[in-house]
């Protein structure tokens, strides 16, 4: 199972950023992805889910600023940050959850400059 976060960076406040998630063949189409959180010696927070479906789910605190899509072409998700804000920097992380299990990738990180 190869989970692989990658576009993290340093974003302008009210700026915008997309992270990409490159997933698995064995797990992509059936498992929900979603995309996670973690700054300072915060508790790690969702930040957006998607089903195989196409049904999403996101944090309060992200949405209508924060897009999470499924690529089946090339077995990705994405997570399309807009209006950046300084609250939003954090280590980054993919997940695959399904049948009891649950996998992640390494983080990605995001700065926000004020």
């Known amino acids: 199972v190869q989970l692989q976060a990658f576009g993290g960076g340093l974003v302008q406040f009210g700026g915008s950023l997309r992270l990409s998630c490159a997933v698995s063949?064995?797990?992509?189409?059936?498992?929900?992805m979603g995309w996670y959180r973690q700054a300072g010696g915060n508790q790690r927070e969702l930040v957006a889910t998607i089903t195989s479906g196409g049904s999403t789910n996101y944090a309060d605190s992200v949405k209508g600023r924060f897009t999470i899509s499924r690529d089946n072409a090339n077995m990705a998700v994405y997570l399309q940050m807009n209006r950046v804000k300084p609250e939003d920097a954090a280590y980054y992380y993919c997940?695959?959850?399904?049948?009891?299990?649950?996998?992640w990738g390494k983080g990605t990180l995001v700065t926000v400059s004020s």
């Open positions: 997940s695959a959850k399904g049948f009891g299990v649950e996998y």
């Open positions: 063949r064995s797990i992509y189409s059936t498992y929900i």
